[in-house]
């Protein structure tokens, strides 16, 4: 029976873990907080005492971090991801991070002879609990394969391309679009508002045009009731609008929309918006609540 590994155990993390644990998969999971590897535990997880550990027992091992400081930490530092790595190990990296620091994770773990995939995911908090993620995958095609049971666990579905970096690459581009979907959507719910309109309204007359969509409608709801608790923390778009400008700037691709969008990520998060949903940029766009 494959065993798998499982770090980091946040809103992502710890949804996917679970549905490799219900499905009755050898996982062993770990987590820098250590207190939340218990509910997968409970459910019948193995509890790992480090990244090394994990990667040293398990034969494929997923991680989903933060951001690239995090998945480098976890990777690089002592008792890390890639002491445990051996020949033919599998290591997978979920987490959303720029394409270079993919590109030197995967390094290291090949030249110690291990496999690696960076598999960024599409979805939020609902499809990782229901399964229904899309997985964009780069990197060694063999672990590819060999993860599928996992993959197709977690997952509705999985996109392979050819370079390592491309995966991660496609995840910034959506997720700027996404970005700057939800300030404009804020914005206009804002001036609409101001213009003594219903937000209701507004969001009644979108669903009959072209720009309907699934995010406007269910956040749309959420923004009107206040409920800004996180399925996708606001500190995290954040982050991916700034690696997405980095991306651009790299290519020399102009990104005004995506720019003048991070502005008011930036000034929601040093609001006190940084664990909120990424939709409460509207109270900073809003200005009034
Ligand atoms: P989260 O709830 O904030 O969880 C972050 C995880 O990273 C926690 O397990 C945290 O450990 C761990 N971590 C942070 N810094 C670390 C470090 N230096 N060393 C080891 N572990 C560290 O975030 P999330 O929403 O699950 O998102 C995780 C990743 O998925 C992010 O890259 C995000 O952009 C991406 N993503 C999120 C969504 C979404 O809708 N939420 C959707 C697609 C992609 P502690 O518990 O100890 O803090």
Known sequence: MTKYGFLGLGIMGNAMATNLVNAGLDVTVWNRTR???APLVVLGARQGNSPAEVTGQCDITFA???DPAAASSLCFDSEGVLEGITPGKGYIDVSTVDPATVLRIAGAVKNKGGRFLEAPVSGS???A???TLVFLCGGDETLYQDAQPALQLMGKKSFYFENVGQGAQMKLVINMIMGTMMTAFGEGLAVGDKAGLKIVDILDVLTQGAVDNPMFRLKGLQMVQK???PAFP???MQKDMRLALQLGDELGQSLFTTGAANNWYIKARKGGGANDDFSAVFKYIADQF
């Open 227 to 229: 409920n800004f608790s």
């Open 125 to 127: 908090k609902k499809p």
């Open 129 to 131: 609990e229901d399964g």
């Open 64 to 66: 989903m971090v933060s």
């Open 234 to 236: 606001l500190k995290h």
């Open 35 to 37: 207190e939340k590897c």
